[in-house]
């Protein structure tokens, strides 16, 4: 690396990239952003987003700025094992490389963006804490915003653009070609719930609620994704996986709910509907089929699992109108 350093960025150049940062509404427009920001701010020789996936020791770039120098092994180890911190690593060249951990809201994967110059001053290193800084609390006011309250899992917001991401995958045929491993999406219903608000008041229903969204943060797999639908109804996204998997997972939570003692000693239930991700055009489609399951199980008995391709396949239930489908989202 050879270039020399360039002036300081005036405070009009700061505020009007700070300005456009702070006006983006997803994680995924935030972090081209940032991205942006440090190239027309810096100028750095290296500039590229790595990501590893969940408990995983390989990596691949997200983003890379044109004509990036190459990382060095050392930087990209040290890159692997960046704590939340910024570090300043210099190479036996003396290059300068600042690893800086990108928030991820809630994903498997876990990103570190490297910036490499001959030299950081002083000045340009705060600038560069403070400009990561505002990405991070923005990130927060984003994630805080597809939360659900009550609970702490994720909302009906986050669902959708999930669900548009499972889609899309199958879609366009980047994971369609596997027959044993889909992605499922479950409905989850706790059996009776209302009775439990009328008897012991919503402040305990609310207790309920918060015991019943730990034992499905339990029950699931690290890159399993819960969400609170709304009031006693819950959404599971699994993917890439078996149906026999599926059904494991869903009859083991299904018990651990119904040997759960929950406040006031209460035994409660949970139906469950699932429907498998295949062919479908709108998240509303996959949901509808998957309601549709949980209805049945509502309907005959409770406290059961059911899934929406078999009861078709057995004729327990009819294929649905394509022209009465209304959109959820």
């Known amino acids: ?58 990596h691949q770039v997200v983003h890379e700025s044109p004509g990036a120098c190459p990382l060095p092994a050392a930087v990209a180890d040290a890159a692997r ?93 980047r994971r369609g070609n596997d027959h044993q491993h889909r992605d499922y999406l479950a409905v989850l219903d706790i059996d009776h719930f209302k009775t439990v608000n009328d008897t012991f008041g919503h402040l305990i229903g609310d207790e309920v609620l918060l015991a019943f969204a730990n034992i499905l943060r339990r ?28 059904m494991a997972i869903l009859e083991r939570l299904r018990g651990h709910v119904a040997n759960h003692v929950f406040p006031q000693a209460m035994h409660i239930t949970v139906s469950i509907g699932f429907s498998r991700i295949e062919g479908q055009r709108f998240p509303s489609a996959v949901l509808e089929e998957a309601d549709r399951a949980l209805y049945f199980a ?4 409770r406290d059961q699992v059911r899934e929406f391709q078999a009861l078709l396949k057995a004729g327990e239930i009819e294929v649905p109108d394509a022209s009465g489908s209304v959109e959820l989202f």
């Open 219 to 246: 029950s699931l797999r690290d890159g399993d994704r819960c969400y609170r639908y709304g009031g006693e109804e819950f959404v599971i996204l699994l993917r890439d996986m078996r149906r026999s998997q599926v």
């Open 81 to 173: 094992v960046q704590s939340m911190d910024i570090r300043h690593l210099a190479d036996q060249d003396g290059n300068g490389y600042l690893l800086m951990p990108i928030e991820a809201m809630g994903d498997d994967a876990r990103r570190v963006l490297v910036l490499g110059k001959k030299a950081w001053s002083p000045t340009e290193l705060r600038m560069v804490q403070g400009m990561l800084r505002v990405y991070q609390n923005f990130v927060r006011l984003l994630n805080d915003s597809e939360k659900d309250t009550l609970t702490g899992l994720m909302n009906r917001r986050r669902l959708e653009k999930h669900m548009h991401e499972a889609l899309s995958s199958r879609q366009e045929g």
């Open 298 to 301: 509502k309907t005959h008995g």
């Open 1 to 58: 690396m050879n270039r020399s350093l360039v002036e300081p960025p005036s405070s009009e150049t700061l505020l009007s990239n700070i300005i456009t940062l702070t006006e983006q509404r997803d994680q995924l427009s935030l972090e081209v952003s940032l991205f942006q920001a440090f190239q027309h701010i810096f100028q750095p020789d290296a500039l590229i987003s790595l990501e590893w996936p969940h408990n995983g020791d390989s």
